[in-house]
């Protein structure tokens, strides 16, 4: 597993991302109250535990430069078309300026970043989904660079890693985001056919469109702990059956035990399982 | 509101449509009985006569039925999501009826379930067979519950997925009809993998080699629509719309307040018009003022035209052309 150091091999921009996760600069705590149990734990530990929580083990979502800086090698990571930025196809209300607030939150220009690097030597090509961007929803950029990021691997013959993290649509982008849909399944599909190895590593949350295209094509699909994935949110599901939902439902074991995942994988096993599984396929 | 003018026209409708009856009774009756007797001709003639007044009746009901209809012509997006989603508006059971011969039905997806929300088949165009497959909806409640209101499960889709790769199989162009209200938001649903359905369709469909060509009828909201939609051409008849979720659930993941659905209409760019605009419908199919109910056979005639010259130019691209167009047209959104 990569560790803080091995992230200073990192662009200085991507760099500000690695190890601040949720936190702002400017006040760096020493203590991070996890979210599930409310209780503190040294924000050392949180790092040395890939931000899953020391206390309770609850998953911490991370940020996308992060993920990819504990499994890329060291000094191989190479951004792919990271200057493309969210647009408005539709001219709507207000979204410009959301969007904008995105960017200086976050420090991201969209919710998807894309790269190569080397995993354990092996060429690979990743596309992470940030949720801290928009929620992770698909926008027409999302799905440009998502795609272009599949063709690329398939132009290349490289094995292909896709990290989701997603609310869904990007509301604002309409009839737009949802065609992304069919462009990314169709693009997969390309690099199916030309014999490529695409894992789906499945986040939270991994929702809507996102899980309806690309997320669910994987020839191996990977989850984190206690995920949640689905198609429909669980509060539109609970308002159609006037039901209460089984505990669990539509997270990582769930979906395992469902027949939809292949094995769940912890976030310090993550870069070991992905390396075993490009040298079964290399 | 669109709701309350449809109301009125229907009704003139009915009151034109019974005096027209009388007329064509009565001149019926008067020419039968002209062979009659002399004094039951009189009679007859006096009904006729007592009709005739009311032709003036007649022409003021039409003029006031004009009226109502101009009303129709410039409609706002939330009035044609009204109109898209009338229970009167021809289903694919309609269409099929309408515009192919020879039907055969295929059902199930032959691995779990039936789903009636999908419905489809083997079918002849102008006598060329084709698979044609589409979401099913109701005219009544009793039918709608049956249908699912036209929200299939992946079963659904799987059984879409089916005959389609049927076709692909044995080169038939695929035609499908789209009018849902997305897909099934349920537990079993979510078990059976909604996502991975709705995913293995859109990778699929991007590949056939034969033409497929999707029409949107009615309503065509999210991935639900999409599923069965990865098209080389896209038809939308004019008062259908087609948007990333349904206005309500727009408003209410925007907003957090469903009630505010005609105010999204407004800025999802949901009809026909904006659609074409989009690069993702091709060609708009004509309805009759006021709405696809009002006349089936228009719509068909209209969409017969339309979709005949579609299918003749599609025809004319090689397999790998073909499969080539369609995911260009996709490569090129957003």
Redesign the interface.
């Known amino acids: 597993m990569g560790t803080f150091l091995d992230s200073l091999s990192f662009p200085a921009r991507v760099r500000k991302d690695i190890g601040e996760v949720f936190l702002k600069k400017d006040k760096e705590p020493v203590f991070i109250t996890c979210k599930s149990c409310n209780r503190r734990a040294l924000k050392r530990d949180w790092q040395e535990n890939f931000y899953v929580c020391p206390v309770c083990g609850n998953y911490r979502p991370i940020g996308a430069y992060y993920r990819l800086s504990l499994i890329l090698d060291k000094g191989t990571f190479r951004e792919l078309n990271e200057d493309m930025t969210a ?1 408005d ?2 001219g ?2 207000e979204y410009k300026d959301k969007l904008k607030g995105q960017m200086q939150k976050t420090g991201l220009p969209e919710a998807a970043v894309t790269a190569t690097g080397k995993i354990g030597g092996h060429k690979v090509v990743c596309a992470v989904l940030d949720s801290r961007f928009f929620m992770g929803s698909m ?3 999302v ?2 660079k998502v ?1 272009r990021a599949i063709e690329y691997a398939t132009e290349k013959k490289l094995p292909l890693i896709i990290f989701s993290a997603s609310g869904g ?1 990007r ?1 604002q ?11 990314t ?2 693009a ?3 690099f ?2 030309a014999g490529g190895l695409y894992i789906s590593f499945l986040t939270h949350p991994t929702t ?2 996102v ?7 994987g020839d191996i699909t990977l989850a984190e702990p206690g995920a949640l994935i ?4 669980p509060r ?2 609970e308002q ?2 006037h ?1 209460k ?2 505990k669990g ?2 997270r990582s074991e769930y979906l395992e035990a ?3 995942v292949d094995r769940i994988v912890p976030r310090s096993e993550m870069r070991d399982t992905l390396l075993q599984l490009i040298e079964l396929h290399a | 509101m669109i709701q309350k003018v449809l109301t009125k026209i229907d009704k003139l409708d009915a009151k034109i449509s019974s005096l027209e009856q009388r007329a064509i009774g009565a001149t019926k009756a008067l020419v039968k009985e002209s062979l009659k007797a002399p004094d039951v001709l009189r009679d007859t003639r006096e009904d006729y006569e007592a009709w005739s007044e009311s032709e003036d009746e007649l022409d003021k009901l039409k003029d006031m039925r004009d009226h109502f209809l101009s009303e129709c012509e410039n409609l706002t997006p939330d009035e044609k999501v009204f109109l898209a989603r009338h229970p009167k508006r021809p289903h694919i059971d309609d269409f099929i009826g309408g515009l192919f011969t020879d039907f055969f039905e295929q059902k199930g997806d032959h691995l779990f379930d039936e789903d009636k929300s999908i419905y489809g088949g083997i079918a002849r165009f102008h006598g060329i067979p084709v698979t044609v497959v589409g979401h099913m909806k109701g005219h009544t409640m009793e039918e709608n519950m049956e249908y699912n209101f036209g929200m299939p499960c992946p079963e659904g889709y799987r059984k879409a997925l089916r005959i389609m790769n049927q076709a692909e199989k044995f080169g038939r162009p695929i035609i499908t009809f789209i009018d849902t209200p997305g ?5 079993e ?8 359905a ?3 369709n ?3 469909m ?2 056939y080699h034969v033409p497929v060509i999707s029409v949107v009828t009615g309503e065509g909201n ?2 639900g629509a ?2 069965i ?2 098209a080389n051409k896209v038809l939308m008849l004019e008062n259908a719309v ?4 349904s206005p309500e ?2 408003a209410s ?2 907003w957090k307040d469903a009630e505010r659905h005609k105010e999204a209409c407004k ?4 009809t026909a018009d ?2 074409y605009e ?1 690069g ?1 419908a091709d060609e708009i199919v004509k309805e009759p003022v006021g709405g696809a109910q009002r006349n089936y056979g228009e719509v068909f005639k209209n969409l017969d035209r339309v979709l005949y010259s579609t299918l003749k130019e599609l025809m004319t691209l090689s397999p790998s052309g073909c499969k080539r167009q369609r ?1 260009e047209k ?2 090129k ?2």
Do not use: C, W
């Open positions: 647009k196809p539709m709507f209300p926008s027409s950029t799905g440009e795609t649509a509301m982008e309409g009839i737009y985001s949802l065609m992304q849909m069919a462009k399944a169709a997969i599909e390309e199916n056919a809507g469109g899980t309806a295209s690309f997320a669910s094509l689905g198609f429909a949110g539109v599901i159609t059956i039901k939902l089984p439902f539509q469902h027949g939809f | 897909a099934y938001p349920g537990l649903a979510e078990e059976h993998g909604q996502g991975e709705i995913a293995m859109l990778a699929k991007s590949q999210s991935g999409l599923a939609g990865v087609y948007s990333i979720l659930g727009f993941i925007l800025l999802m760019k949901l904006d659609l989009a993702v995911l996709y490569r959104i957003g």
